[in-house]
């Protein structure tokens, strides 16, 4: 067994994300009892996202620890599961405030996710062209950016005031919060501009952010609306 060297940043990062995600699962477990009915399978879903990042953090953590280098299978399984998770959370809070959208918004929401992934994938794994990979793992993230800023599943928000302004900050994580990712994809993967170490600094930082603050949000929607109901 070999330990957490002293001056591992990269290591230390991953050891504090792994951490807040059990964290975060607790909390979001915890609080799903205490809201509506209508919303603990968004409060489930949320801390399944975390319980899941948080078992794959364990073992992208000793992965980095004993190979210094980038456990690109733990990380994409990790995506692969959480992932269409937080995209079905869209959908699952607009039935939950009776929002009229359809199975088809569901759909072009988990295709969009799929494609962004699986090409994603291909290219960090050298299993296709890099470049090739990135832009059709981009045509993805387009669809899901489209689907949530105007398709059918933003419509159906703007129709409804009580989520208008938490599905606005959703989106806003998935256009600039997950911008991190593609961004990192380019420098390390297209130019060569970015070591390992640094280039998993930052997508830890960025699933800190995204499955972390992005469950967060949708506590505060589900703990107001059942603060109100309650009144």
């Keep these: 067994m070999q330990f957490l060297a002293e001056g591992d ?3 230390v990062s991953f050891w ?38 948080a078992v794959h953090y364990d073992y992208m953590r000793d992965y980095w620890v004993l190979e210094q280098s980038t456990p690109i299978v733990y990380r994409y399984i990790d995506w692969l599961i959480t992932v269409p998770l937080l995209m079905i959370e869209f959908f ?19 295709v969009g996710t799929l494609v962004m992934l699986i090409f994603g994938y291909l290219g960090e794994a050298a299993v296709m062209n890099a470049t090739i990979a990135f832009w059709i793992g ?18 159906a928000a703007a129709a409804t ?23 990192g994809y380019v420098l390390g993967y297209m130019m060569g501009g970015v070591d390992e170490g640094s280039l998993n600094m930052v997508y830890n930082l ?13 506590w505060n929607l589900a703990y107001n609306d059942s603060s109100e109901s309650s009144h």
């Design 9 to 11: 940043l990269v290591g």
């Design 16 to 53: 504090i994300v792994s951490v807040a995600m059990i964290a975060s699962t607790v909390f979001f477990l915890y609080e799903g009892l205490r809201v509506k009915s209508e919303w603990r399978l968004s409060m489930l879903v949320a801390g399944l996202v975390t319980l899941v990042a």
């Design 92 to 110: 699952i809070i607009l039935k939950a405030v009776g929002a009229n959208v359809g199975n088809g918004s569901f759909l072009r929401l988990l």
């Design 138 to 155: 981009m045509v993805g993230w387009a669809v899901i950016i489209y689907e949530i800023f105007a398709g059918e599943a933003s419509k």
């Design 161 to 183: 005031e009580s989520v208008k302004s938490a599905f606005g900050y959703m989106r806003l994580i998935v256009l600039v919060g997950w911008a991190i990712y593609p961004i």
């Design 206 to 218: 960025a699933d800190f952010v995204n499955k972390i603050l992005f469950g967060l949000i949708i």
